[in-house]
């Protein structure tokens, strides 16, 4: 039989001797030429007697030169020792030695092409011409030079760019396996070696390995702790990282997996959220937290994932991330964000504070102020401030401005208005030692204070902490500032400096406060000595004034108005305002009072009195001096007058049988401005009211003259027939209806003038 062989072979006869047919020799030369994977066979001497062309190339050397030789003379030193060590094992021990990978170095030898067959050469394998098959690789035969002898630097080398993720350099990883081959006698004739390149497979290898070192490198960088769920939610696998954490043993996280140890808190909304994500088949992603084998808690992140074969969930994998450091860090800056806000908080209720307290002109309102910061930045639940007596001897407690506002208790019984400072309370010892008062339970109280005190205290209260503040005021004490509780309450570091520095607001408002009241008064009092102190009596005529200095001035005002009997019996009705407020205003004021009444007595006439008003005021008075004055002679018996304006509001008319009007005629120039005078006669008939008044009572910073005038008018429309028909009711109802909604900035002044009907 003529095969197309690169080397002789000998006759080889079929099972049980018989000659090989077709088929069987077409395998032999197809296992020889054409299989991917390497054959050669070995005698007991260890010489390679048949080798396929696979093999010569895995192992990159010609085929002639294996061909019976042994691997030490045919392969580089390193391979062929291993070669040879594992022939002579499975030749000694008659058994397999299988798998065993090799690298082979070096480029693999080139695929010698097929020689046509011809006569020339046999079923036998030996070359005609008797040439040597032992001859030389490369070594010239008698049909001329073998192609298979080309040196091996021919071959094609392969380096690591030609193919990506390759060992370095040509190396190549061949799977091996020496198989002993007997005879029909069973006799041990040599070893059979088949080998595969499984270079690409390795590599492969390798590269998932490496992967999975950087993968487990990666979660233990990254303190992740991985887990693997049944596609229902059990656990399937083992995790001795998750277990070194929690404790747990093998058997307990076989039994109740991860969930065991998730904080009670915590468990039923997990166990939710991890049920339906398992149903929906979703993205499993919540934090909680997990008891170490320590016993304390930390906080996990976990986000775990399907993993799907086709349309199939067949398994979870789960990573935990313990983010204990960053909750930590979170809360901490939490708890800083929250003490700067609270700070910043109470700075601008301190500066809120400062500026309400600016404007609290009582001591009164001054605790209005403090009782709203004390329960707006402190939560106090109770405040007051005590004020020191001339003797500085006792406190007595100052109730807000607002009806219903708390009155704190201090002293036994909780309920004084007064106590010594001698006492044992919380403002009377932060009085006498000018020191700040803490108390923040009651047996802190009773420790301060004394038991039998403090206990005395606690019986009529539901207070359980207090501060106690002085007030100081160059240094010496003027009063007290308290806060109280009815909890438990720690003072913080931080709210003792705000109380601190409201209690000193607080101190400089309350002598504020206390000055203004003592200006206030004097004011009041000088000015109210300037106004007459009652109104003629008269049969015919009733008379009914109100004087209202302005809330938000201390200072005595130019507001006035006179009411006197004229030699001839008749009446003088004068009001004036001088503009301007304090000493001088008032000056003014009684210069012009007193000169009108100086004049009225030596020519009553309106005109006459104006004018000669007017050089008083050309001589004497500043051109800068804004005057006005009203002024009327009357008739008690009849009601008829005269009247004279300088530039001063007009009068209102308010008749039972018409409605209520203003004075249409003119007003003149105000004094000082000189101009002819004019009066205008007029009467009050029965039942009528004249009401005179000045500027403040109808206008203000929100409010023109002319739309006061209407408003006047529309209020005295309303009046009922009672109030019109008493003069006292009516000034009220005048001056309660026009300031209503409005902040008095200015004086009012209001002087009504009734004629009563005629009794039957």
């Known amino acids: 039989m003529n095969t197309d062989t690169s080397v002789p072979r000998p006759r080889i006869s079929g099972v049980e001797g018989k000659p090989m047919d077709a088929s069987d020799s077409a395998l032999y030369a197809t296992l020889m030429k054409e299989a991917p994977a390497g054959f050669a066979f070995f005698d007991t001497g260890l010489g390679c007697r048949r080798v396929n062309d696979a093999l010569a190339r895995l192992l990159g050397v010609a085929t002639g030169d294996l061909q019976d030789r042994r691997p030490a003379e045919s392969l580089p030193e390193e391979l062929a020792t291993a070669f040879e060590t594992a022939l002579r094992k499975v030749l000694a021990e008659d058994r397999p030695l299988a798998d065993v990978d090799l690298t082979v170095s070096g480029p693999p030898a080139v695929p010698r092409p097929a020689e ?103 979660v233990e960088a990254s303190s992740q702790v991985v887990w693997v769920a049944a596609p229902a939610g059990g656990v399937i696998d083992d995790a001795p990282e998750w277990r070194a954490i929690t404790g747990q043993t093998q058997d ?7 969930l065991a140890v998730v904080h009670p808190e915590d468990k039923p909304r997990i166990e939710s959220i991890w049920r339906d994500c398992v149903e929906d088949n979703r993205v499993f992603e919540t934090n909680y937290r997990i008891r170490t084998k320590s016993g304390t808690y930390r906080h996990f992140d976990v986000r775990a ?65 403090i009782t709203e910061v004390g329960r707006s930045a402190i939560g106090a639940d109770y405040s007051a401030v005590a004020l020191l007596d001339d003797d500085k001897l006792r406190l007595s ?43 923040e339970h009651p047996d802190s109280l009773r420790l301060q204070l004394g038991r039998d ?151 009553p006439r309106p005109a006459a009195v104006l004018a000669g008003l007017d050089r008083l005021f050309s001589a004497t008075e500043d051109e800068e001096q804004f005057t006005t004055v009203a002024y009327a002679v009357i008739d008690p018996e009849t009601g008829k007058g005269a009247f004279s304006n300088a530039g001063h509001p007009p009068p209102l008319l308010i008749s039972p049988d018409t409605p209520a009007r203003v004075s249409t005629r003119e007003a003149g120039t105000p004094l000082g401005w000189p101009s002819q005078r004019q009066q205008t006669s007029f009467s009050i008939e029965t039942g009528n009211t004249v009401v005179f008044y000045s500027d403040g009572l109808v206008e203000n910073r929100r409010r023109g003259v002319d739309v006061g005038l209407e408003e006047l008018v529309s209020v005295a429309a309303d009046a009922p027939p009672e109030v019109v028909g008493d003069p006292e009711r009516l000034v009220d109802f005048l001056v309660d209806r026009m300031l209503a909604g409005y902040e008095q900035v200015d004086d009012v002044t209001v002087l009504a003038l009734h004629v009563p009907p005629k009794s039957a």
């Open 116 to 218: 046509p067959a011809d006569a020339g050469t046999t079923a036998s394998g030996e070359a005609p011409g008797g040439g040597d098959p032992h001859a030389e690789p490369g070594a010239a035969t008698s049909n001329g030079p073998d192609p298979a002898a080309e040196p091996a630097d021919s071959a094609t080398v392969r380096t690591d760019s030609d193919t990506p993720g390759r060992l370095l350099g040509d190396e190549r990883i061949l799977t091996c396996s020496w198989l002993p081959s007997h005879g029909p006698d069973g006799k041990l004739l040599g070893v059979v070696l088949t080998a595969l390149d499984v270079t690409e497979r390795r590599r492969a290898e390798e590269v998932i390995r490496r992967k999975e070192q950087r993968y487990r490198s990666l």
């Open 252 to 258: 307990d996280y076989a039994t109740d997996g991860w």
């Open 397 to 439: 407690i100052v109730a807000p401005s607002q009806p219903g506002a708390e009155r704190d208790g201090e002293g036994r019984g909780g309920s004084r208005d007064d106590f010594k400072v001698s006492d044992q309370t919380v403002m009377s010892v932060a009085v006498r030692e000018s020191r700040p008062f803490l108390a």
């Open 305 to 369: 994932v399907p993993i799907w074969q086709g349309e199939s969930v067949i398994e979870w994998v789960g990573a935990n991330t313990d983010v204990t450091g960053q909750r930590e860090a979170e809360e901490m800056r939490g708890r800083l964000t929250e003490q700067l806000s609270a700070a910043a908080l109470r700075t601008a209720r301190l500066q809120q504070a400062t500026s309400m307290l600016a404007e609290a002109l009582t001591v009164s309102q001054v605790v209005q102020v």
């Open 453 to 603: 005190e403090a206990g005395l205290f606690l019986q009529h209260t539901e207070e359980r902490a207090w501060v106690g503040l002085p007030l100081l005021a160059a240094g010496a004490p003027i009063g007290a500032l308290r806060f109280s509780f009815t909890r438990p309450r720690e003072i913080t570091e931080e709210e003792r400096v705000f109380l601190e520095a409201l209690a000193g607001q607080c101190a400089l408002a309350v002598e504020r406060a206390l000055l203004f009241e003592r200006e206030h008064k004097t004011a009041e009092e000088l000015q109210r000595s300037l106004l007459p102190s009652d109104l003629p009596q008269l049969p015919g005529m009733q008379l009914a004034a109100r004087y209202n200095p302005a809330t938000r001035h201390v200072q005595v005002g130019g507001d006035w108005y006179d009411v006197f009997r004229l030699p001839d019996d008749r009446l003088a009705v004068a009001v004036g305002d001088v503009m301007g407020k304090g000493v001088l205003a008032a000056a003014g004021m009684g210069r012009v009072r007193n000169a009108l009444r100086a004049l009225a007595l030596n020519d």
